[in-house]
């Protein structure tokens, strides 16, 4: 059963943009911060953002003033806002709660590059 799937990836420039999205089933946002992770193949999982139950958000310094992290509790939807590219954010980006996780999803390729 799918529990999570992610979106809005793609080849970006460095200083670009993207909005990745992150559409959950029912009930898996549901009292839990959730979170976007990213993934590169020589580099473990990393937490790259956090938002809480009532919209309050932590980054990871590297991505701190760059990206924005929100959540739609209505839509169980998860978006991550990501401006100011750079080459060192290409990975694979995931979502999941912060903590119990659920079943990984597939993620969406960020690639940033001229």
């Known amino acids: 059963q799918v529990q999570v799937v992610e979106s809005g990836g793609g080849l970006v420039q460095p200083g670009g943009s993207l909005r990745l999205s992150c559409k959950t089933s029912s009930n898996i946002m549901s009292g839990y911060p959730m979170s976007w992770y990213r993934q590169t193949p020589r580099n473990q999982r990393e937490l790259v953002a956090t938002?809480?139950?009532?919209?309050?958000?932590q980054y990871t310094d590297s991505v701190q003033g760059r990206f924005i992290i929100s959540r739609d509790n209505a839509e169980s939807t998860v978006f991550l806002q990501m401006n100011s590219l750079k080459s060192e954010d290409t990975a694979v980006y995931y979502c999941?709660?912060?903590?119990?996780?659920?079943?990984w999803g597939q993620g969406t390729q960020v690639t940033v590059s001229s």
């Open positions: 938002v809480g139950l009532t919209g309050y958000a």
């Open positions: 999941n709660r912060n903590f119990d996780y659920v079943t």
